[in-house]
């Protein structure tokens, strides 16, 4: 039998050691980060990407949105844009959007290239593109925290109501409500479109969608640059997809860059 | 067997009968026939206001369709030498009317549509197709020829100029269009117009941008253009024409014309219009006597710039510029940075040329070009490049060229700036990349991507929340509230004055305590406090035993003694106020035995 006190002490042992077995990849992301960034400065934007991408391998894709992931991917998407390539450098940004989507860099970089592509803004003009980009500002995570926290106040504008009552506790519950109703529009947009695995069309003159993979198959539509897509399976050099218009066919891979990561 | 035939005979009561049906059926038939008739007397007729115009001056057809609440008009007829302009209305009017003893109700639609005489002549007018009773139906107007001739009188009082205008230019070139107005200085003009109907219609001419035609007078008269807009007319000194003297306005801008082919100007006219009829008063409307001065319709033809001769470094400009130059430093050290401004000026198209890439010249392969910041206002053009020296060699920063084409000799010629001399020191091993960035061919006009982002020290965590529980918070949340209300309301409604006073007790003991030091306002303001508490008036606790009343009421121990302090301080208050002997007890001490008597007993 062990002793408690020796419990005690492989307990704390344990406690003290798991943030260093956390820290481990980081620490390797970092070292991998400098070496990129060196890469870049040179001028060897292939060694930069790869050693970028190496260092996004070793986070948790799984695990939500983060900064870290954001940054490294913005500057897979500069290395992009410098390598030459200036849709991959978009896939890229797009990507980093996904955790970091009010960031001034990523944006700024995205509308540059997008300019000197002359492609159109990303997010359109008027009120309802203004509206949606302001939907879309937020993670998922944010947003759910967003919608928690309206419900958090709904909560005690209702509990005072509850207990003190009168007309002033009312307003201040219908303002509750209308806050929490207002707060929890960006969970409301990924309920109604979740977050899930897409890939962006980088052939600079789009991309045919045939109904089989191979080369002579029947053309089904065109896919514009830039045109996101959900990649559904793959096989070879080929990757099965379905448009926004809910059409599936197959694009081939090489003319796609995932931005689910 | 015989059948039973009733013999009907004048007198017999059956004989009234039927002659009563004939007479009641001849009446209605009577009241009905008007009624049948106005069903079908829907009808169409279009007027026009005159028969005789003047060139310029708009005249209206009127067209009424009774009895059809559907009826429309579809499309206009189209006339040379007339405009008609868009269908106005209709109006709807209904009124009642008595037709054969009975009351019907009619209604009429009403049209007008505006017809501009733009030319000298007699037009017939086809007839106009109105959609009616559910069919369409041709209806002629009458009269059916309009005849306008020139208005005389206004050519004689009035003025209307687009002077100097050219008759041919070349795509790109830009040219002053002047427009002149004007009426005899006698004339008492209340009213003025104009009609361009070549304005902003016609294919590929288009105002240059810019800060506009500034006045020199700086007294400006908005003149309406189309019955659409204002132009600023700037108004300018009188001037002696045909032996009389007449007010002038003029607007000047400058127009491009982008596409080659013909610019065909219609008939231009300026309406104005004196008062006539006397005095004016609060019950008369003015009347106007109107002048119709017109410019005929004329053309401008646009020539394509020819492609011989043409170089390969010509970007589009057309015209007569002037270039300046200036530098931000003539003594900058190798690998700094330094700006270059270049500007041209002159009678061309400015806003569409495209502008030198230095990138792309030998003579500046002494420099770094980072990029440059494009802008132009009015008829200048001015570009500000970024300049980097490579080292000490260089001494100057080189012509930069333009070619242009000259409208004038129909040739192309290069424009250049003046060198600039610098002195450029330091030098060495530069590495401008790491400094300003890999160079781009193309960067976009002075933009460039942003910097890398840092990733040591990055959050490396997620943010993930889940919100699946979300709308069970919802449904939790709206239970719970209803729950909590149900419960705090069963003894009694939390927002009633007695609720609200038994809550406020203890501030309005302490509020009371802090204004008087006095025994006697002391108890009283208790008295008061136990009163709110209990929900009774504070008369109902003079020389009351508060540990009573707590016992009554079930109070714990803590309660009662809590009820036992508070009275033994009461006590205290008392003997002090009337006894004068005792000593009063202390606000803080009265607090906390207040606030122990209402945390611990409860009505």
Same mark, same amino acid.
């Given at each position: 039998?062990?002793?408690?006190?020796? +419990?005690?002490?492989?307990? *704390?042992?344990?406690?003290?050691?798991? /943030?260093?077995?956390?820290?481990? /990849?980081?620490?390797?992301?970092?070292?991998?980060?400098?070496?990129?960034?060196?890469?870049?400065?040179?001028?060897?934007?292939? +060694?930069?990407?790869?050693?970028?991408?190496?260092?996004?391998?070793?986070?948790?894709?799984?695990?939500? #949105?983060?900064?870290?992931?954001?940054?490294?991917?913005?500057?897979?998407?500069?290395?992009?844009?410098?390598?030459?390539?200036?849709?991959?450098?978009?896939?890229?940004? +797009?990507?980093?959007?996904?955790?970091?989507?009010?960031?001034?860099?990523?944006?700024?970089?995205?509308?540059?290239?997008?300019?000197? +592509?002359?492609?159109?803004?990303?997010?359109?003009?008027?009120?309802?593109? #203004?509206?949606?980009?302001?939907?879309?500002?937020?993670?998922?995570?944010?947003?759910?925290?967003?919608?928690?926290?309206?419900?958090?106040? *709904?909560?005690?504008?209702?509990?005072?109501?509850? *207990?003190?009552?009168?007309?002033?506790?009312?307003?201040?519950?219908?303002?509750?409500?209308?806050?929490?109703?207002?707060?929890?529009?960006?969970?409301?947009?990924?309920?109604?479109?979740?977050?899930?695995?897409?890939?962006?069309?980088?052939?600079?003159?789009?991309?045919?969608?045939?109904?089989?993979?191979?080369?002579?198959?029947?053309?089904?539509?065109?896919?514009?640059?830039?045109?996101?897509?959900? /990649?559904?399976?793959?096989?070879?050099?080929?990757?099965?997809?379905? #448009?926004?218009?809910?059409?599936?066919?197959?694009?081939?891979?090489?003319?796609?860059?995932?931005?689910?990561? | 067997?015989?059948?039973?035939?009733?013999?009907?005979?004048?007198?017999?009561?059956?004989?009234?009968?039927?002659?009563?049906?004939?007479? =009641?059926?001849?009446?209605?038939?009577?009241?009905? %026939?008007?009624?049948?008739?106005?069903?079908?007397?829907?009808?169409?007729?279009?007027?026009?206001?005159?028969?005789?115009?003047?060139?310029?001056?708009?005249?209206?057809?009127?067209?009424?369709?009774?009895?059809?609440?559907?009826?429309?008009?579809?499309?206009?007829?189209?006339?040379?030498?007339?405009?008609?302009?868009?269908?106005?209305?209709?109006?709807?009017?209904?009124?009642?009317?008595?037709?054969?003893?009975?009351?019907?109700?009619?209604?009429? %639609?009403?049209?007008?549509?505006?017809?501009?005489?733009?030319?000298?002549?007699?037009?017939?007018?086809?007839?106009?197709?109105?959609?009616?009773?559910?069919?369409?139906?041709?209806?002629?107007?009458?009269?059916?020829?309009?005849?306008?001739?020139?208005?005389?009188?206004?050519?004689?009082?009035?003025?209307?100029?687009?002077?100097?205008?050219?008759?041919?230019?070349?795509?790109?070139?830009?040219?002053?269009?002047?427009?002149?107005?004007?009426?005899?200085?006698?004339?008492?003009?209340?009213?003025?117009?104009?009609?361009?109907?070549?304005?902003?219609?016609?294919?590929?001419?288009?105002?240059?941008?810019?800060?506009?035609?500034?006045?020199?007078?700086? &007294?400006?008269?908005?003149?309406?253009?189309?019955?659409?807009?204002?132009?600023?007319?700037?108004? $300018?000194?009188?001037?002696?024409?045909?032996?009389?003297?007449?007010?002038?306005?003029?607007?000047?801008?400058?127009?491009?014309?982008? $596409?080659?082919?013909?610019?065909?100007?219609?008939?231009?006219?300026?309406?104005?219009?004196?008062?006539?009829?006397?005095?004016?008063? $609060?019950?008369?409307?003015?009347?106007?006597?109107?002048?119709?001065?017109?410019?005929?319709?004329?053309?401008?033809?646009?020539?394509?710039?020819?492609?011989?001769?043409?170089?390969?470094?010509?970007?589009?400009?057309?015209?007569? %510029?002037?270039?300046?130059?200036?530098?931000?430093?003539?003594?900058?050290?190798?690998?700094?940075?330094?700006?270059?401004?270049?500007? =041209?000026?002159?009678?061309?198209?400015?806003?569409?040329?495209?502008?030198?890439?230095?990138?792309? %010249?030998?003579?500046?392969?002494?420099?770094?070009?980072?990029?440059?910041?494009?802008?132009?206002?009015?008829?200048?053009?001015?570009?500000?490049?970024?300049?980097?020296?490579?080292?000490?060699?260089?001494?100057?920063?080189?012509?930069?060229?333009?070619?242009?084409?000259?409208?004038?000799?129909?040739?192309?010629?290069?424009?250049?700036?003046?060198?600039?001399?610098?002195?450029?020191?330091?030098?060495?091993?530069?590495?401008?990349?790491?400094?300003?960035?890999?160079?781009?061919?193309?960067?976009?006009?002075?933009?460039?991507?942003?910097?890398?982002?840092?990733?040591?020290?990055? &959050?490396?965590?997620?943010?993930? @929340?889940?919100?699946?529980?979300?709308?069970?918070?919802?449904?939790?949340?709206?239970?719970?509230?209803?729950?909590?209300?149900?419960?705090?309301?069963?003894?009694?409604?939390?927002?009633?004055?007695? @609720?609200?006073?038994?809550?406020?007790?203890?501030?309005?003991?302490?509020? @009371?305590?802090?204004?008087?030091?006095?025994?006697?306002?002391?108890?009283?303001?208790? &008295?008061?406090?136990?009163?709110?508490?209990?929900?009774?008036?504070?008369?109902?606790?003079?020389?009351?035993?508060?540990?009573?009343?707590?016992?009554?009421?079930?109070?714990?121990?803590?309660?009662?003694?809590?009820?036992?302090?508070?009275?033994?301080?009461?006590?205290?208050?008392?003997?002090?106020?009337?006894?004068?002997?005792?000593?009063?007890?202390?606000?803080?001490?009265?607090?906390?035995?207040?606030?122990?008597?209402?945390?611990?007993?409860?009505?």
């Amino acid at each position: 039998m062990v002793s408690f006190s020796k +419990q005690v002490l492989v307990l *704390l042992l344990g406690c003290w050691l798991l /943030p260093l077995a956390f820290s481990a /990849p980081v620490q390797d992301q970092e070292r991998l980060s400098q070496e990129a960034e060196e890469a870049y400065r040179r001028g060897e934007y292939e +060694q930069a990407t790869t050693l970028w991408q190496d260092a996004l391998a070793l986070s948790n894709a799984e695990a939500g #949105t983060s900064a870290l992931r954001g940054h490294l991917l913005y500057n897979l998407g500069n290395a992009a844009e410098r390598a030459g390539e200036p849709l991959r450098a978009l896939a890229w940004y +797009q990507a980093a959007l996904r955790h970091l989507p009010r960031d001034g860099h990523i944006r700024h970089n995205r509308d540059f290239v997008r300019g000197a +592509q002359g492609l159109p803004p990303a997010d359109g003009d008027g009120l309802g593109a #203004t509206l949606r980009a302001g939907l879309r500002a937020f993670t998922p995570a944010e947003s759910a925290w967003l919608a928690y926290g309206g419900l958090a106040l *709904l909560a005690l504008a209702l509990g005072y109501e509850a *207990l003190r009552g009168g007309r002033t506790a009312r307003r201040l519950a219908w303002l509750a409500a209308g806050l929490a109703v207002l707060l929890a529009l960006p969970r409301v947009r990924w309920m109604l479109a979740p977050p899930g695995p897409a890939a962006m069309v980088i052939a600079e003159h789009g991309s045919s969608l045939y109904s089989e993979p191979r080369g002579d198959a029947q053309s089904l539509v065109k896919l514009e640059a830039t045109e996101l897509v959900e /990649p559904l399976d793959h096989w070879n050099d080929w990757t099965r997809v379905r #448009t926004r218009s809910g059409q599936e066919g197959w694009v081939s891979s090489v003319r796609l860059q995932d931005i689910w990561y | 067997m015989h059948a039973c035939i009733p013999q009907t005979h004048p007198g017999s009561v059956a004989g009234l009968t039927r002659r009563f049906r004939l007479a =009641w059926s001849l009446l209605l038939a009577c009241l009905l %026939l008007p009624l049948a008739h106005a069903q079908d007397s829907v009808t169409a007729k279009a007027n026009l206001s005159t028969g005789l115009a003047r060139l310029g001056e708009t005249v209206q057809i009127q067209v009424t369709v009774e009895n059809d609440n559907r009826a429309e008009i579809r499309g206009v007829p189209q006339v040379p030498g007339l405009r008609f302009g868009a269908v106005m209305g209709p109006s709807i009017s209904s009124f009642m009317e008595s037709t054969g003893g009975r009351m019907v109700t009619r209604s009429m %639609l009403r049209w007008a549509i505006p017809v501009e005489a733009t030319e000298v002549g007699e037009f017939t007018l086809p007839e106009l197709t109105v959609w009616v009773g559910g069919q369409e139906r041709n209806v002629k107007i009458t009269p059916s020829t309009l005849k306008v001739v020139k208005d005389v009188q206004a050519d004689e009082l009035g003025l209307l100029e687009l002077p100097n205008l050219p008759t041919t230019v070349y795509e790109g070139q830009p040219f002053e269009l002047r427009l002149r107005v004007g009426w005899v200085r006698r004339l008492n003009v209340r009213k003025a117009s104009l009609t361009l109907p070549w304005w902003n219609s016609l294919p590929g001419m288009m105002q240059v941008k810019g800060p506009g035609f500034q006045p020199q007078t700086g &007294q400006v008269q908005p003149l309406m253009v189309n019955g659409d807009f204002d132009l600023p007319f700037e108004v $300018r000194p009188d001037e002696d024409l045909r032996g009389e003297p007449f007010r002038v306005f003029e607007f000047r801008t400058t127009v491009i014309a982008t $596409r080659s082919g013909r610019l065909d100007f219609a008939t231009s006219t300026f309406m104005f219009a004196e008062e006539v009829g006397g005095q004016r008063s $609060r019950f008369t409307q003015p009347s106007y006597r109107e002048y119709y001065a017109t410019v005929p319709a004329f053309s401008i033809d646009v020539l394509r710039v020819p492609e011989k001769g043409r170089p390969l470094e010509w970007g589009g400009a057309v015209g007569e %510029l002037t270039a300046e130059r200036k530098v931000s430093s003539r003594d900058v050290s190798a690998g700094e940075s330094m700006q270059l401004e270049v500007t =041209w000026t002159g009678m061309a198209n400015v806003e569409f040329f495209d502008t030198p890439d230095l990138k792309k %010249l030998d003579s500046f392969s002494g420099f770094r070009v980072l990029g440059h910041e494009d802008s132009n206002i009015g008829m200048e053009r001015r570009v500000v490049y970024d300049l980097v020296p490579l080292s000490d060699e260089v001494t100057q920063v080189p012509p930069v060229p333009l070619w242009i084409f000259d409208p004038a000799t129909a040739a192309f010629k290069k424009i250049e700036t003046e060198p600039v001399p610098i002195r450029v020191t330091g030098g060495g091993d530069l590495n401008l990349d790491a400094a300003f960035g890999p160079e781009q061919e193309n960067n976009g006009g002075g933009r460039d991507l942003m910097d890398l982002l840092p990733v040591a020290g990055v &959050q490396a965590g997620s943010q993930a @929340a889940s919100g699946k529980w979300y709308f069970a918070g919802w449904a939790g949340l709206l239970l719970g509230w209803l729950v909590l209300r149900k419960a705090v309301r069963r003894h009694g409604d939390p927002d009633s004055v007695l @609720a609200r006073a038994r809550r406020r007790a203890l501030r309005d003991l302490d509020r @009371a305590l802090a204004g008087s030091g006095e025994p006697l306002p002391m108890a009283h303001a208790v &008295q008061r406090f136990l009163a709110q508490r209990s929900g009774e008036p504070a008369a109902a606790w003079v020389g009351r035993d508060p540990v009573v009343w707590a016992q009554q009421h079930g109070a714990s121990e803590a309660g009662c003694k809590a009820a036992e302090r508070l009275n033994a301080l009461l006590g205290q208050l008392d003997a002090a106020a009337f006894a004068r002997s005792a000593q009063t007890p202390a606000r803080g001490e009265l607090l906390a035995a207040a606030k122990d008597f209402a945390r611990e007993v409860h009505a």
